[in-house]
């Protein structure tokens, strides 16, 4: 019995090391073909720019091209869904944030679970929002659109993503301030700010580089930074903390970051993790960060996994809170 026992006990080892070499090896020889990144987002958005950028970094590392797939819709789901059900293999990844922790509130009948199908492989970057209002608004600051709004209750439109972190800005928003303010669902934010310039919706919000032109240009006007400190492009611009409302912002609101189907070896989304790091590290991608207005977040897989765990449990109260309801 003992003979068995350790005869066992050795080919269970065995069998382990081989797994690991196995693992090391392809790591070694990975990528040998695209890798494509899948955006849940539309093309022209904040998440497609970095995605773009990050891609043709990574490209120039790796030696294999990196190409971006746009597939918005959903809430991000889709998107999310087809990367879930991929090869775990780390040809198929996807760029993806908060509003993945959105799901189980917002879209309870999904027949897949982020935590379960998906595994983090790196972090990319950070970011806080402009709130803006079309120039027909009288308001030149948070505390008179909502004195603007209380006395105009049901005319105001918000366009807005659905269930990406404008939105769920924008509802945090209106129930701090008690507005009866029009919903507008977009399937990405493009589409609403072609809106809010055409006039058909009144209130925006976005990152700071999506909107920065337009307020220059004076087709829009800024009202609030939702960030812990005033923004250095728009300084003139209050925070939604010296505005009244330190509960709208999330200090930043987003993160991003690269997810890869669950069961992905180890060893890829190790190697992975270190050329995506290695990229936002790097002089060549620092111009870019600063155009887009973003902050890298740099993470182990390891430490990923944990924020990653972390936020799929933060956000759900929070929606709840909001009174956001199932799509």
Not at 140 to 151: C, Q
Not at 293 to 300: L, V
């Amino acid at each position: 019995m003992r003979t068995n026992r350790a005869f066992g006990a050795a080919l269970l080892a065995m069998v382990a090391a081989s797994g690991t070499a196995g693992g090391a090896a392809w790591a070694q020889s990975y990528p040998a073909q695209t890798i494509k990144l899948i955006v849940p987002f539309t093309a022209g958005g904040p998440v497609d720019a970095l995605a773009r950028v990050v891609a043709q970094h990574l490209q120039n590392r790796v030696g294999q091209n990196v190409i971006v797939e746009n597939r918005s819709g959903g809430g991000t789901t889709i998107g999310a869904k087809a990367v879930a059900a991929a090869p775990p293999d780390g040809y198929t990844l996807l760029v993806v944030g908060p509003n993945i922790a959105y799901y189980p509130v917002l879209f309870p009948n999904l027949d897949f679970e982020p935590a379960k199908a998906l595994a983090p492989v790196a972090t990319l970057v950070t970011w806080s929002h402009l709130i803006a209002v079309a120039p027909s608004v009288p308001a030149n600051s948070i505390p008179e659109l909502v004195a603007h709004a209380k006395a105009n209750p049901g005319t105001l439109a918000f366009g807005f993503g659905l269930a990406t972190m404008p939105h769920i800005i924008g509802e945090t928003f209106k129930q701090a301030a008690g507005l009866d303010i029009i919903d507008v669902p977009y399937r990405g934010g493009e589409q609403a700010r072609a809106d809010l310039l055409g006039g058909r919706v009144h209130i925006n919000i976005a990152p700071v580089p999506q909107l920065l032109q337009l307020i220059r240009d004076g087709k829009i006007r800024a009202l609030a930074y939702t960030g812990p400190q005033r923004s250095p492009d728009l300084p003139e611009v209050s925070t939604m903390r010296e505005s009244g409302y330190p509960q709208v912002g999330f200090n930043p609101d987003v993160w991003m970051g690269i997810l890869a189907p669950a069961g992905t070896p180890a060893a890829v989304i190790d190697k992975l993790n270190r050329d995506v790091n290695a990229v936002l590290k790097s002089e060549e991608m620092a111009p870019a960060l600063k155009r887009f207005g973003y902050e890298a977040k740099i993470t182990t897989p390891a430490e990923f996994e944990a924020f990653f765990t972390a936020e799929l449990q933060k956000w759900p109260p929070i929606l709840k809170t909001t009174g956001l309801k199932p799509q």
